[in-house]
């Protein structure tokens, strides 16, 4: 895989580092290892789900660590008990794993449940009021409000006069 050169984009933005440094460390770490496998969907315009395949643990194997812009869900092996059963063939995995999922900002671990082998993480997105948009009028109230009062001062000021 060739690198990725995100020279000429870095020159022509302002505060997107983290994206790049993103994008890049993904192409550089690309390591091949899928286990567990996993989906991740949208289910709405701010909410999403990722789905892991976990068969063979218990949620007492499972830890979920959300921290700022990083979900990490670590599994624990188990240990093995000996039945003394003699094994012909081993194809369920029952290794440890750890999936590193990087959140864009305000997204937040919303539930987790483990059903028939999968780990579903229900996530949201939650901007605060204070980020969101505002639409601003043109001859807004604040600046009424100052002419209003400007006027009242002067009809006070002739009202003493008089």
């Given amino acids: 895989m ?3 050169d995100f020279t000429p984009y870095r020159r022509s933005t302002v505060g997107f580092d983290r994206l790049f ?3 890049e460390s993904q192409a550089r770490s690309h390591s091949g290892d899928n286990y567990p496998p996993f ?3 949208r289910q709405g315009e701010d909410n999403y789900r990722i789905t892991l395949a976990v068969a063979g643990f218990r ?3 499972i830890d979920i660590t959300a921290q700022q812009n990083l979900l990490t869900v670590h599994g624990k092996k188990r240990e093995e008990v000996d ?3 003699e094994w012909l063939h081993v194809g369920i995995a029952n290794r440890g794993f750890e999936r590193r ?3 864009a900002d305000f997204v937040r671990v919303e539930r987790a449940d483990l059903a028939d082998g999968m780990l579903i993480i229900d996530l949201v997105r939650e901007v ?3 980020m969101k948009p505002k639409k601003i009028a043109v001859g807004s109230t604040t600046l009424k409000a100052v002419e209003t009062g400007a006027d009242q001062a002067a009809d006070d000021g002739a009202a003493n006069a008089a």
Avoid: C, V, W, Y
């Fill in 83 to 85: 039945d003394g059963s």
């Fill in 2 to 4: 060739s690198r990725l």
């Fill in 128 to 130: 605060p009021d204070a």
């Fill in 39 to 41: 989906n991740i969907a």
């Fill in 59 to 61: 949620a007492q194997d």
């Fill in 101 to 103: 999922f990087e959140l």
């Fill in 21 to 23: 440094d993103l994008l």
